[in-house]
């Protein structure tokens, strides 16, 4: 039987997530807290926009409203990556290397493995960022497409155009496939070897999480009262093909969604606060946290893909042990 | 749960550089009225108050993936007041500034249009500041000016102590017959009771009329005019002169009022849908009350461009005759087909 081991905090959870196997929980007053054995915190921001863990889960980068970047240690100590004054930091990315990536109005910039800053200043309000798994490439979800950098050479972007305002992105893990959400009801997604375009609609609402399964077989993705799974089993994505629907309820939308570290079994988030599993082979579901207060607006496994960091946007969030 | 939590009204405040924007921002700021305001601006720039809750914001107009040219929202909108939300209790209300070149509409549409930020905040209403001194050339060289009169609730005329009584009379006039059922106030230095301007509920489908005391009114002294009700609330009604025709604006916002009996729902209801589809890109806001056949309720109805709304708001008191309403204010409305087609719906 899964357990939940409770955190009950006062305020929007931006982020949950695991450093050195502590999970934590970054909330949109700035305070990022931790449950190491027993309860605690550090303020890191007055208002925090946006935050991501390094891909080795060493730790946090985050974005917040006194434009200010930082990294928070599994420790709680914080190290200043960069400060440009009084505007917001809207979106952070961190990428192979230690390379970390952050953005505010029409401008983005990388901060290079070498420790170098590069600026990337673009015609429309940069509002998403993602780094390419393997070299050093990001992207960068605009209005009407997205812009392709490397940012470590000097370069001409490769650009993606797709009418409509784009406002987050994501590569696939074989780097084969770009995917953004957009500000209307859809996903939009290229296959960057020749350009060709797969467009995921259909959602009633606007989709906000997405989750690639580990071998990137799947992406999972909130903004429908199912988590909507779409297949990336051929070297044409989803073109022509149905998503896998997993733990359709008649009551509540999906709000996120979080793929096992190793299985292609989903952790799925609702309105409600509901937390399930859902396994794409069979489509068999399991409770594993009952309904809370407020929409699930973070979720992320621990590596061994036994327990399962939970935040919501009314502050409840914990800690589900998925074997008990 | 989102719909549980109460929305945050939303003052757009729109007006030419100049106007005394930054004036009125930096009073609403400072000044007791009991309410904390974050409010998003362009650009810091005079604002001489040091306040972590002024945003700094780019207006980003996205036009909506809906073939519909005239659905556009404010992109950096969207983004600001999610984040502002997500920290509530900080602030009662919110004020978007806007640049004086900015078009109303997509501030006013992000509002409607976008399903979070209409979860949680509500639009208040559109504040212009005109600044009558310069007014005159400001409607010659741009239609940003216009536009921005003609969406407002409020206008607030400042810099009346740099005209003469007979400048103010035809700037006055001018505002007038861009839209007439704006509530004016005419002040120096932006000096305007600020409950006159925040707190409005001019698109709360159940307020907006009702603070428009004359929007109703029977007593309209030519019943076929075409340029809009007598609505100039500070005026004795016995003398109303200026309709419409300004000596200082080639009108080109003009405002269309509709007047009818009770209307039949199943013809009312398409006609306006067909009418807002085929002319939305030219009509600017519409308002109405209607009488609909065999209901005892109200219905008001408000739009701006495409978009409509509308609900029962109360029933008809004893004394009110069932008469039905509706002022377009826009471009190159025909007057003449939307006032046979409208009356062509009564019942």
Same mark, same amino acid.
């Given at each position: 039987m899964p357990t939940v081991a409770p955190l009950d905090l006062d305020g929007h959870c931006v982020a949950a997530c695991w450093l050195a196997g502590v999970p934590h929980f970054a909330l949109a007053d700035g305070v990022i807290h931790r449950l190491d054995n027993g309860h605690k915190w550090v303020e890191a921001h007055d208002g925090l926009l946006a935050a991501m863990p390094d891909a080795d889960g060493k730790r946090l980068v985050t974005g917040g409203e006194d434009g200010k970047v930082l990294s928070i240690g599994a420790d709680g100590s914080i190290e200043q990556i960069a400060e440009i004054g009084r505007k917001w930091m809207t979106s952070v990315a961190t990428g192979p290397r230690g390379a970390v990536a952050f953005a505010s109005g029409k401008t983005a910039w990388v901060k290079l493995p070498d420790g170098k800053l590069k600026e990337l200043i673009h015609p429309r309000s940069v509002e998403g960022l993602a780094f390419a798994p393997k070299g050093m490439r990001i992207a960068v979800a605009r209005y009407n497409g997205a812009t392709l950098h490397f940012p470590a050479v000097d370069g001409k972007p490769t650009e993606l155009e797709w009418a409509g305002a784009h406002t987050g992105v994501t590569f696939s893990p074989d780097g084969n496939f770009l995917v953004t959400t957009m500000q209307e009801n859809a996903l939009h997604g290229w296959k960057l070897a020749d350009g060709k375009h797969m467009r995921m609609a259909g959602y009633p609402s606007k989709v906000k999480s997405l989750s690639w399964s580990a071998k990137g077989r799947w992406l999972a993705s909130s903004g429908a009262p199912a988590a909507v799974v779409w297949p990336f089993l051929t070297k044409d994505g989803p073109i022509g093909k149905a998503p896998v629907e997993l733990g359709t309820r008649g009551d509540a939308m999906v709000t996120a969604v979080s793929f096992h570290?190793?299985?292609?079994?989903? &952790?799925?988030?609702?309105?409600?606060?509901?937390?399930?599993?859902? =396994?794409? +082979?069979?489509?068999? #579901?399991?409770?594993?946290?009952?309904?809370?207060?407020? &929409?699930?607006?973070?979720?992320?496994?621990?590596?061994?893909?036994? =327990?399962? +960091?939970?935040?919501? #946007?009314?502050?409840?969030?914990?800690?589900?042990?998925? &074997?008990? | 749960m989102a719909q549980t939590q109460t929305q945050i009204p939303v003052t757009v405040l729109t007006g030419y550089?100049?106007?005394?924007?930054?004036?009125?921002?930096?009073?609403?700021?400072?000044?007791?009225?009991?309410?904390?305001?974050?409010?998003?601006?362009?650009?810091?720039?005079?604002?001489?108050?040091?306040?972590?809750?002024?945003?700094?914001?780019?207006?980003?107009?996205?036009?909506?993936?809906?073939?519909?040219?005239?659905?556009?929202?404010?992109?950096?909108?969207?983004?600001?007041?999610?984040?502002?939300?997500?920290?509530?209790?900080?602030f009662d209300a919110i004020l978007v500034e806007t640049t004086g070149l900015a078009d109303p509409a997509p501030v006013a549409q992000t509002f409607f249009m976008d399903d979070d930020v209409r979860s949680k905040t509500k639009l208040d209403a559109v504040v212009a500041l005109v600044d009558a001194k310069h007014l005159p050339l400001r409607l010659k060289d741009s239609k940003e000016a216009e536009d921005q009169i003609a969406f407002a609730d409020v206008v607030v005329l400042n810099k009346t102590d740099l005209v003469t009584e007979d400048e103010?009379?035809?700037?006055?006039?001018?505002?007038?017959?861009?839209?007439?059922?704006?509530?004016?106030?005419?002040?120096?230095?932006?000096?305007?009771?600020?409950?006159?301007?925040?707190?409005?509920?001019?698109?709360?489908?159940?307020?907006?009329?009702?603070?428009?005391?004359?929007?109703?009114?029977?007593?309209?002294?030519?019943?076929?005019?075409?340029?809009?009700?007598?609505?100039?609330?500070?005026?004795?009604?016995?003398?109303?002169?200026?309709?419409?025709?300004?000596?200082?604006?080639?009108?080109?916002?003009?405002?269309?009022?509709?007047?009818?009996?009770?209307?039949?729902?199943?013809?009312?209801?398409?006609?306006?849908?067909?009418?807002?589809?085929?002319?939305?890109?030219?009509?600017?806001?519409?308002?109405?009350?209607?009488?609909?056949?065999?209901?005892?309720?109200?219905?008001?109805?408000?739009?701006?461009?495409?978009?409509l709304e509308g609900d029962h708001q109360r029933a008809w008191k004893d004394d009110e005759r069932h008469e039905s309403r509706l002022v377009f204010i826009g471009r190159e409305l025909d007057g003449e087909r939307l006032k046979r087609t409208f009356e062509a719906c009564q019942a």
């Open positions: 570290p190793t299985d292609e079994i989903v &952790a799925i988030g609702y309105a409600d606060g509901m937390v399930l599993a859902g =396994r794409v +082979a069979d489509q068999k #579901e399991v409770l594993l946290r009952r309904a809370g207060n407020g &929409a699930v607006t973070s979720m992320a496994w621990d590596a061994e893909g036994r =327990r399962i +960091a939970f935040g919501a #946007e009314t502050g409840d969030c914990g800690v589900i042990d998925v &074997a008990g | 550089l100049g106007s005394g924007k930054t004036t009125l921002l930096n009073r609403i700021l400072t000044e007791d009225h009991g309410k904390r305001y974050a409010v998003i601006v362009n650009e810091f720039g005079e604002i001489g108050i040091d306040n972590d809750l002024i945003v700094e914001s780019d207006e980003e107009i996205y036009e909506m993936n809906n073939g519909c040219i005239c659905c556009t929202v404010r992109g950096d909108l969207i983004r600001t007041v999610e984040g502002l939300m997500r920290r509530p209790g900080r103010l009379r035809d700037v006055e006039a001018a505002v007038r017959a861009i839209n007439p059922s704006a509530k004016i106030h005419k002040t120096e230095r932006s000096g305007v009771a600020l409950n006159e301007v925040l707190d409005r509920g001019a698109f709360d489908l159940s307020r907006a009329l009702d603070n428009d005391p004359h929007f109703l009114d029977a007593h309209d002294h030519d019943h076929d005019h075409e340029c809009g009700p007598d609505c100039d609330h500070d005026h004795d009604h016995g003398h109303h002169h200026h309709h419409g025709v300004s000596p200082i604006h080639d009108v080109g916002v003009t405002s269309i009022s509709l007047r009818g009996g009770e209307m039949d729902p199943k013809k009312f209801f398409p006609w306006l849908e067909k009418t807002t589809q085929m002319d939305g890109p030219n009509i600017l806001r519409l308002k109405g009350i209607i009488a609909l056949k065999d209901d005892p309720d109200r219905y008001v109805v408000q739009g701006v461009h495409m978009i």
